[in-house]
């Protein structure tokens, strides 16, 4: 064989192989920015959640959540491109209802809040136009459900509280 045939043929292949070898390295990005950005909605998701259970009523919840949501985004470094969008669902009694409605309901009844998320994820500083479709962002949504205490006594309405249900401070209740 002549050594002299085969001049060039390294630079050819590096000339083909390069661009697949950076389209993969980019699509290994997008997956990984991807899950990492699915599990932190999963997180702010079921702090949102957690944070709506707990409060005594339906609009101190909503801003707890949003807060808790906003928070564990911030610390994963998640920044959506759309404004923080959450929905905010419930059940009584097994029975699909408002937000409201499952805060309203009757001390002694199970009920939950349900929390969902939607962010629009973007993968303008790692995609190339090479890959079509890579340029715009991708939309993440992630809900999680957080049933209400049963016996926790929950406001009549906006900011109001029952007396029946008002803590007993004297007694170190909280």
């Not at 950005?37 to 409060?55: K, M, N, T």
């Not at 564990?72 to 209802?97: E, K, M």
């Not at 995609?127 to 991708?138: E, H, N, V």
Request: hydrophobic share 45%; charged share 20%; aromatic share 6%.
């Amino acid at each position: 064989m002549n050594r002299t045939t085969e001049r060039g043929s390294v630079s050819i292949e590096v000339a083909v192989l390069a661009p697949a070898f950076i389209a993969l390295m980019v699509l290994a990005g997008v997956v990984g920015r991807t899950a990492l950005a699915a599990e932190a909605l999963d997180a702010a998701a079921h702090d949102a959640a957690r944070a709506a259970s707990i409060s005594r009523s339906s609009s101190t919840a909503k801003a707890a959540a949003t807060e808790a949501a906003r928070q564990q985004l911030d610390w994963y470094g998640l920044a959506c491109t759309n404004d923080l969008a959450l929905t905010f669902s419930g059940t009584v009694a097994g029975q699909p209802t408002t937000f409201d409605v499952a805060f309203s309901s009757a001390v002694g009844q199970n009920a939950t809040v349900t929390v969902r998320i939607i962010c629009e994820v973007s993968f303008k500083d790692i995609a190339l136009d090479i890959l079509p479709g890579m340029t715009s962002g991708k939309r993440i949504e992630s809900d999680f459900t957080s049933p209400l205490d049963r016996y926790r006594g929950r406001a009549l309405g906006p900011g109001a509280v029952d007396v029946a249900t008002a803590p007993d401070t004297s007694a170190g209740g909280v």
